[in-house]
């Protein structure tokens, strides 16, 4: 079975796998508080999808890019 998307995809637009991980999960806690954006999908999909389309950012201090 493939993942959609693919999780090396995903991975490169967070930079590591904490990262994305952590991301993933503070949009989905904040998908929570909002139904109608969910369109009965579940919060981690919702989630994925907007950070795979660039819906969503992720800003890392300064401090982790070095």
Known sequence: MMNYPPLNDL???AGCRYLLVTTVA???RQL???PEK???RKPVSVAVDELYNDK???ITPEEYSK
């Open 32 to 34: 929570q508080d909002d």
């Open 26 to 28: 503070k949009r989905a």
């Open 38 to 40: 969910l369109d009965d």
């Open 11 to 13: 991975q490169a637009k």
């Open 56 to 58: 969503l950012e992720i």
